[in-house]
Nanobody, 115 residues
Framework: VQLQAFGGGLVQDGGSLRLSCAAS????????LGWYRQAPGKQRELVAA???????DYADSVKGRFTISSDNAKNTVYLQMNSLKPEDTAVYYC??????????WGRGTQVTVSS
């Protein structure tokens, strides 16, 4: 299984980006879909997730600004990021769990927010 994440880049404070993560395997409602990020010198942290069954979960720091969604027909997970702040600067990773197969990570895409 391969996950290809893209959509990162350089944006100014207050700007927006949309990250995409395309999976090489079908995504179902039973999958857990997530985005994580890791800033320099910090541990990887959960940003947003869609749990099995469809409920969403967000880190407190991104609530109201980020939205996770998926298009299962395209096997793609998205992260819409609005009102970006310099502290959102990090490498963003997508993560998908197929409970019959295990957990898979994308390679990461860099998001840099300039002040």
């Amino acid at each position: 299984v391969q996950l290809q994440a893209f959509g990162g880049g350089l944006v100014q404070d207050g700007g927006s980006l949309r990250l995409s993560c395309a999976a090489s395997r079908r995504i179902f409602a039973t999958n857990r879909l997530g985005w994580y990020r890791q800033a320099p010198g910090k541990q990887r942290e959960l940003v947003a997730a869609i749990k099995s069954g469809g409920t969403t979960d967000y880190a407190d720091s991104v609530k109201g600004r980020f939205t996770i969604s998926s298009d299962n027909a395209k096997n793609t997970v998205y992260l819409q990021m609005n009102s970006l702040k310099p502290e959102d600067t990090a490498v963003y990773y997508c993560n998908i769990i197929w409970y019959s197969l295990g957990q898979y990570w994308g390679r990461g895409t860099q998001v840099t927010v300039s002040s």
